[in-house]
């Protein structure tokens, strides 16, 4: 797959150049940039195909006031995070470029771009290929794709009422930097789903007050929190904790005589919180007070 | 996966509702929208995963008075032509919304998005996920994910100094609507590639004059071309027909002691013709006084 599109200028060369350099050598991908699809190898024995596109947006994801090359990183870690909450691993990555033309946008997405490589690298994810078209504004969007055990791969959808809810991490304060810094939970998801830990896990991107509910919904519950054990980053409030979004946290949920397990065999640095429970669909959500985003949608 | 993102308003789960109705039940995608990764089917034995995305801009690719149905089809189907290109089979696809608020954007994307489902059901590609954002300007971006032989795949470079150039259907015109209503040439792709008829092969969606210049540089090669014998639109000259861009027809490198018995099998109604012919790299590019310049939406 070229990064081809619909560019003008003599130095498109010179910028797919740019953009492809930098990337690790993955054994995943069979074949990168160049061609007009990219291959990949199948999943191994046991695994199946997993599949996440995310946007990254000016305006709406970051501003140009953000380094460049944290916005490229982003673009990747975003959706790293829901293979995170999936258990998945992460094999190559399609890069698919918005550019507006003139200004400084192209030193702008070159040093995004180096940014997207340097994280992949570290994160040892290769570039399948990408796209660049030419637009009002600045953008990137991710498709990621990757493996996972189909037997352990973990879905909204699982949990059962009594399933103690947690959090890893603290919540809150995105805005502040977070929204660009998080570190995908990679290891975390992957380490709860093949110990079959969790019963359903999801990423929070939209804050637990819209995702809560989101996964609720998908397990056909209710639920209870205490607003007083949410873990909060210093100086943010609950209702900010649970509204501001942005955590890229991984929530998930645990069969209530599993939680002392989890917590003697936790093996990571990252803490996690317990700070609610799964109830029956016909009992009310119970926030503690806390206005939940997501509220309406959920009744 | 959700089609989640940074959406506001109660509308929301309608939304969601209306843009995931109308898919085609697919088997190899395990799980489609509502979690936080999709997953899929592996590709079968001796195959390798194939991935292409692929982006339709308002004001690059459409405008409001293209019918929404055929841009949504658009998105789909230009991911579609790079997988003809490579012989490959889609299984799945990702969708990536970007959505101004306001306005009659919700509509327009409304029917986008229901055609790219009926497009989807003709041509049996299942719903993995998607994702909307809210942005200035609307698009869609579509990821396919698929599966490909992997010894029959095709590559931009095979080709050697003697094959015959050869494209398929007629080229130029694109802006007249063609852009919209092209036909991918999945089956003919697909043939081609599992005949071994192609030494390499891409789809035009830049213009033969920024395309075939690519796929001569991939192969190490020059080319020659004879304008005359050139398959053209209805009231086209050369010079659009190489520069006019979208054509979304595959072109295509044969061996030359095999291009009569391709003529011979060819199975398809979709003709095809050849135009020219490939060159050791040493020899300048010869066009028969074509201009080629490729396709630049800014001009």
């Known amino acids: 797959m070229a990064f081809s599109g619909m560019m003008a200028g ?6 797919i150049a740019r953009w492809t350099a930098g990337w690790p050598a993955v054994p995943g991908v069979l074949r990168g940039p160049g061609d007009d699809c990219a291959l990949a190898a199948g999943p191994p024995r046991g695994c199946v195909a997993v599949l996440k ?9 970051f501003t140009r006031r953000d ?4 916005v490229g990183r982003k673009a990747l870690a975003r959706a790293m995070s829901d293979f995170a909450a999936t258990g998945a691993r992460p094999v190559a990555v399609l890069a698919a470029c918005l550019l507006p033309s003139g200004g400084k946008s192209g030193a702008y997405m070159d040093r995004a771009m180096a940014g997207m490589a340097a994280a992949a690298r570290r994160w040892g994810i290769g570039l399948a290929g990408g796209e660049t078209t030419r637009a009002p504004v600045l953008g ?9 055990e189909r037997k352990t791969a973990v879905a909204r959808s699982g949990a059962r009422a009594g399933d103690v809810l947690c959090v890893t991490g603290q919540l809150g304060g995105s805005r502040a930097g977070h929204h ?6 990679l290891a975390e998801g992957q380490w ?25 919904r998908a397990s056909g519950l209710s639920f209870l929190i205490d607003p007083e054990k949410l873990p909060r980053r ?3 409030d609950a209702v900010r904790a649970v509204n501001e979004g942005e955590d890229y946290e991984l929530l998930f949920a645990v069969a209530p005589e599993r939680i002392e397990a989890l917590r003697r065999n ?9 700070f609610g429970v799964l109830l029956p669909r016909r009992l009310k959500p119970e926030t503690g007070g806390i206005p939940f985003r997501g509220y309406d949608h959920f009744a």
């Open 67 to 70: 380094p460049a090359a944290w």
């Open 140 to 148: 990137l969007t991710a498709s990621l794709y990757g493996w996972v």
């Open 180 to 185: 660009l810094r998080f570190e995908p939970r």
């Open 53 to 61: 596109t995310d946007s990254v947006l000016e305006g709406v994801h």
């Open 192 to 216: 709860l789903a093949r110990g079959g830990w969790v019963r359903a896990m999801m990423d929070l991107s939209d804050g637990l007050g819209k995702d809560l509910p989101r996964l609720a």
């Open 10 to 15: 003599m130095d498109e060369d010179a910028r």
């Open 266 to 274: 936790w093996p990571f640095r990252t803490p996690w919180t317990d």
């Open 234 to 236: 210093r100086g943010v």
